[in-house]
């Protein structure tokens, strides 16, 4: 199944949610009631107030602008529009690479991190894993199962090391076997646990410290069923450790799709990845383009 395929089938939920409705309006006058219903449409489509305002407002001068008469040519400025907020230049992956994996509980880190090992091994890269999750006694194992699925060693300690000991082994071995990607686990924090942020801090140190030539990246994980709270995760982690860069899981589960506009809009993070299935091979690179023709 290719990457539209894909996208679009794990899509599906979010565009059941809307399509209807922006199938309804695109048949409709464009005048005011127009605007004010597909305000509402975005609103509750979890997209936000911030993009919801930006989207009308650059519709509006777009119509004006191009001459636009009827609702079904205004769609495509809509397209247009919405692939505009999500397009963030986000850098080309270099090489070695360190990608260190944050979130709050649940939102599905581990799992993706090994979706990202199978995603690198497809791209011939070599690729070494981190234990950092000392806090939480299946978090270890659960990796280490990752790893055997995807044939790729883990570093670990015993629970209730030091995170960042183990990310100093997982670097050291990493240089010394000359590993392409190393991916970080972390505990799965709540981002009001001060000294937990003090951890992820630390790591970024250390990082920063023993590999310097190495490109590092933080990626959130958000879970897309969680809807506008995902945004708030975004400014609290992103305030704490500085955020490169955002993974969406469990988009194939969820009619909140929509938060992607949101989380791009307000904080300009681009999504590096969403996981659109359980499969270890249903991670894709996220597309803009790809994302709105899936849900308009």
């Known amino acids: 199944m290719g990457l539209f395929s ?10 059941d949610a ?5 199938e ?8 005011d009631d127009f605007y004010d219903e597909l305000e509402e ?42 692939v505009e907020i999500l397009t963030i230049d986000k850098e080309d992956f270099e090489y070695p690479l ?15 991190i090994g979706k990202m090992a199978k995603y690198f091994q497809n791209q011939k890269k070599s690729v070494v894993l981190v234990a950092g999750d000392t806090f939480r006694a299946a978090a270890t194992e659960q990796l280490c199962e990752w790893g055997k699925r995807n044939n790729v060693r883990v570093i670990a300690q015993g629970e209730g090391s030091d995170p960042g000991a ?21 505990a799965g924090r709540l981002h009001n646990k001060t000294n937990l942020m003090e951890e992820l801090k630390k790591i970024n140190r250390i ?4 590999w310097p030539e190495a490109m590092q990246l933080n990626l959130l994980v958000l879970d897309a069923t969680t809807g506008q709270n995902a945004v708030m995760q975004v400014e609290a982690f992103k305030e704490a450790i500085g955020i490169d860069g955002i993974v ?24 590096y990845f969403v996981g659109v299935g359980e499969k270890i091979d249903d991670l894709e690179e996220f597309d803009a383009k790809t994302f709105v023709e899936a849900i308009v």
Do not use: W
């Not at 777009?62 to 636009?68: A, G, N, P």
């Not at 990082?207 to 023993?210: M, V």
């Open 6 to 15: 894909k996208l679009f089938s794990g899509l599906k939920k979010t565009k």
């Open 18 to 22: 809307i399509s209807n409705k922006f």
């Open 24 to 31: 309804s309006l695109f048949k409709k006058e464009l005048n």
């Open 41 to 82: 449409i975005l609103y509750t489509s979890d997209i936000g107030v911030s993009a919801t305002e930006k989207i009308i407002d650059e519709m509006k001068s777009r119509v004006k602008k191009e001459h636009i008469k009827t609702a079904e040519e205004a769609k495509q400025i809509l397209r247009d529009i919405m």
């Open 98 to 112: 360190i990608i260190t994996v944050v979130g709050v509980n649940g939102v599905g880190k581990t799992t993706t």
């Open 166 to 186: 183990v990310v100093f082994d997982g670097i050291s071995s990493a240089k010394a076997k000359d590993i392409d990607v190393l991916i970080v686990d972390t």
């Open 207 to 210: 990082k920063e410290r023993e």
């Open 248 to 271: 969406l899981t469990k988009l194939d589960g969820s009619a909140k799709g929509g938060v992607v506009l949101a989380i791009a809009e307000e904080n300009e993070l681009p999504i």
